[in-house]
């Protein structure tokens, strides 16, 4: 499938793809005029165009090439993004930390550290004043990452589906369902339920 005759569908389709699935956002930026309405007005007209055969389509469409893209050129798919959850889930601050409570040099911190670290913040510590002020120490500050956030998003991943229901259904005292398929009177249907409260 190409690209949509109506640029601003086309617009539009793009945009959702980018911001990751806002629908109204996405209208807003491919209707301009739709800035200046209420938020209940742009949510119903994009709830609509996104729920028409073709622009559902190319979204589809534009999904399935990005996430080609992302697997292609850096690979990036579903299990490099679960093996990335499992590292941070992972993480031990004794990898960064002495036994004192001081922090390593930087260059002894493992990969995994480095680059989910959220920020680091160092300030001077300094008593005195004038003349006989001096430097008395380094305050330093790290954000670690959101462990709990990091377990629900691999408890969510596709390949593990640890918060996904699972339900069970079963026919009579545990039994097979029953399906019947074939046509019959009123009084035939009857008299099989009859018979089915009958068994309970």
Known sequence: MSALEKQADENACQQFVLNGG???????VAFPPSKRWKD?????????LFAGGKVSARVSELVEQVAKIAE?????????????????????????????GSF??????????RNFISSIDMAELFEGRGDK?????????IKWPDKVRNLE???????????KEHREYTGLKG????????QMTPQEAAEIYADTLHDE
């Not at 806002?22 to 807003?28: F, L």
């Not at 039994?175 to 074939?182: E, R």
């Open 22 to 28: 806002n629908q109204s956002a996405a209208y807003r």
């Open 40 to 48: 209940k007005t742009v949510h119903e007209k994009a709830s609509r």
């Open 72 to 100: 292609e050129k850096f690979q990036v798919d579903a299990e490099y993004v679960l093996r990335r959850l499992v590292e941070i889930d992972r993480m031990d601050v004794a990898d960064i930390l002495k036994d004192n």
């Open 104 to 113: 390593k040099p930087l260059s002894e911190w493992p990969m995994v550290w």
């Open 133 to 141: 002020r001096e430097q008395v120490g380094v305050l330093k500050k």
């Open 153 to 163: 998003m691999l408890g969510k991943h596709v390949n593990v589906n640890a918060f």
């Open 175 to 182: 039994g097979p369902i029953q399906t019947i398929t074939t």
